[in-house]
């Protein structure tokens, strides 16, 4: 869930607030977790939901690159880091899909579940995002040129 958040919000000393936040209104209202039936995803729709109001909240207009964890090899750093310019370009629900299915590992049915979609829209959405994130990727790097 923090990935996600981090992915969502690009900064990851806000997405643990954000994270601590979601975590402390889940406890409270432990009761009302009695009739979830798919846990994961419940808690998928609270950090996306809970990320969306905090980007509405902000005052900033430029998008933010999510910290990249520093790796040993510059050449594996650069290519992280290029997947998540490229990320950060996808439109919003594009990105969300993308991020949860192909970094996070979700099925589709799960994906619908948490984008309050159908499994068709889900596809779609991969398609799209996966060809966007492919010629952003090509644009940066200069292929074919």
Same mark, same amino acid.
């Given at each position: 869930?923090?990935?996600?958040?981090?992915?969502?919000?690009? =900064? %990851?000393?806000?997405a643990?607030?954000?994270? #601590?936040? *979601?975590?402390?209104?889940?406890? &409270?209202?432990? +009761?009302?977790?009695?009739?979830?039936?798919?846990?994961?995803?419940?808690?998928?729709?609270?950090?996306?939901?809970?990320?969306?109001?905090?980007?509405?909240?902000?005052?900033?207009?430029?998008?933010?690159?999510?910290?990249?964890?520093?790796? =040993? %090899?510059?050449?594996?750093?650069?290519?992280? #880091?290029? *997947?998540?310019?490229?990320?950060? &370009?996808?439109? +919003?629900?594009?990105?969300?899909?993308?991020?949860?299915?192909?970094?996070e590992?979700?099925?589709?049915?799960?994906?619908?579940?948490?984008?309050?979609?159908?499994?068709?829209?889900?596809?779609?959405?991969?398609?799209r995002?996966?060809?966007?994130?492919?010629?952003?990727?090509?644009?940066?790097?200069?292929?074919?040129?």
């Amino acid at each position: 869930m923090f990935r996600l958040a981090c992915s969502i919000l690009g =900064r %990851s000393d806000e997405a643990q607030d954000m994270m #601590q936040d *979601v975590a402390e209104r889940i406890l &409270r209202r432990q +009761e009302d977790l009695e009739d979830v039936r798919n846990m994961d995803s419940f808690l998928a729709r609270a950090v996306r939901n809970a990320c969306i109001d905090r980007i509405r909240r902000r005052r900033e207009t430029t998008p933010k690159i999510p910290d990249v964890p520093d790796d =040993r %090899s510059p050449d594996r750093w650069s290519d992280r #880091q290029l *997947v998540h310019k490229a990320l950060a &370009r996808l439109p +919003e629900r594009q990105r969300l899909a993308v991020h949860l299915k192909d970094i996070e590992g979700y099925s589709n049915k799960e994906l619908a579940d948490i984008l309050e979609t159908d499994e068709t829209n889900v596809r779609t959405l991969l398609s799209r995002g996966r060809r966007a994130l492919r010629d952003i990727i090509e644009k940066e790097i200069g292929y074919g040129i």
